[in-house]
């Protein structure tokens, strides 16, 4: 059994174990922190009958006009988690926060190019590849910008592929 709440501050220091994974990106305090003030309706967290953290998401909304979106700024499972869906729980919540609250037009996210497990799983939640922005990862690696549209873009436009490689310094429309 799993419950889905809203991650709080008191669990930054029950959540390392789920950091472990190589391909999480892991944050200072402050920057958590800053994401549940500003953005708590993004922030949850899996946890188990135990109270074990099993997974957690964190994101925000931003962007002005027509890419006013929601994004994915870190999702994560526990490895001995995965596979229950509660990655996509996570992301479900997200989207109907970024749909409901924040009236956005699409949610991203970034993902290392090598990862394809998460890579095929945000293709399965609805995901497409927008654009590659190279060096993306400290300069060593190219991440992959995935969005999905939801409901405010009924034309889908934002999900329209950029069509061409860009760096983390380019503006992009």
Partial sequence: MTT?????????FNFTDVNLDHLTETYHNGFYLQYLAIWPDMCA????INKDIM???FGKSEGEGKMWHGHVTAVTVSPEYRRLGLARQLMQLLEGVSENIANAYFVDLYVRSSNNVAIRMYQNFGY????RVLGYYSGEEDGL????SLARDAEKKSMIPLGRD????DDYG
Avoid: P, Q
């Fill in 145 to 148: 910008d995935m969005r999905k």
């Fill in 4 to 12: 889905i709440r809203r991650f709080e501050a008191n669990d930054l």
């Fill in 55 to 57: 997974g957690y998401i």
């Fill in 128 to 131: 497409i590849v927008f654009r």
């Fill in 166 to 169: 860009v760096t983390d310094e």
């Fill in 45 to 48: 967290l899996g946890e188990s």
